[in-house]
């Protein structure tokens, strides 16, 4: 098939079909007398995971799984993709608790003294499981802010602060979209004090997460067609 016509199949330009080519993310291509690449079925199978896998795996994983594909490392690819699932299971539970957490409107069990008001980053990553390096980030770019400890110049965070950690703590893992910018847009924005806002963008973010999950589930699909077209499976 020519590249055009794989184009208008996919719903893609034909500069994306050879860039995919010359990262390395389909094999190679043979030419035709007068030059033109020929794209063969197994070419468009991989494309089409190119497609499906890339908005909700991220580019670099996808990339890296179909060149797993092509050496037929099929177990690596596929412990790849695994992970990365594992990692939304993850997220997923703790978006959950998050949300248990802002119904309640008590975040003590995250806090070893009920009377602190005020926790270090230290404290904050030890009861969030959040590296402070991944803290000090999110503050760096403008998605939450903390106190100082006039004294030390250290920096603390109370209680409304802890609510934005929780709350970017569950999209952390998730790639580059509309609807994660929508969402840390919305914590960035959020009023420290109003606990309901917070519960609702937990819940807008847990509907994100299982949108992940089912469009993880397409492009999985799509691997294993690929697989399958390859004789991969025993």
């Not at 794209?39 to 991989?46: G, K, V």
């Not at 690596?76 to 309640?104: P, Y």
């Not at 008590?106 to 969030?128: C, F, H, Y």
């Not at 760096?140 to 006039?150: C, F, M």
Request: one cysteine or more.
């Amino acid at each position: 098939m020519r590249p055009i016509d794989i184009a208008k199949k996919l719903n893609i330009s034909t500069s994306a079909l050879r860039n995919y080519e010359a990262q390395g993310m389909v094999p190679p291509t043979k030419r035709s007398s007068t030059g033109y690449r020929i794209y063969t079925e197994e070419h468009i199978a991989y494309f089409e995971c190119i497609i499906a896998m890339s908005p909700w795996f991220g580019m670099e994983l996808t990339s890296e799984v179909l060149r797993k594909i092509q050496l037929k490392d099929v177990d690596s690819a596929l412990w790849m993709v695994n992970e990365m699932q594992a990692n939304l299971h993850r997220d997923k539970t703790l978006a959950e608790k998050t949300i248990q957490l802002f119904e309640t409107q008590e975040l003590d069990p995250l806090v070893s003294n009920r009377q602190k008001e005020w926790m270090t980053i230290g404290e904050v990553s030890a009861a969030t499981a959040i590296p402070s390096s991944a803290i000090r980030h999110w503050e760096k770019v403008g998605l939450i802010t903390s106190s100082r400890n006039h004294e030390n110049g250290y920096r603390m965070f109370n209680r409304p602060q802890l609510r934005k950690i929780l709350l970017i703590r569950t999209l952390r893992t998730t790639v580059y979209s509309n609807d994660s910018v929508t969402l840390k847009q919305a914590i960035q924005k959020l009023d420290h004090n109003d606990v309901e806002q917070a519960r609702n963008i937990a819940i807008d973010s847990l509907d994100y997460l299982n949108k992940i999950n089912r469009s993880q589930l397409r492009g999985i699909y799509k691997l294993y067609r690929l697989c399958q077209m390859l004789n991969l499976f025993e």
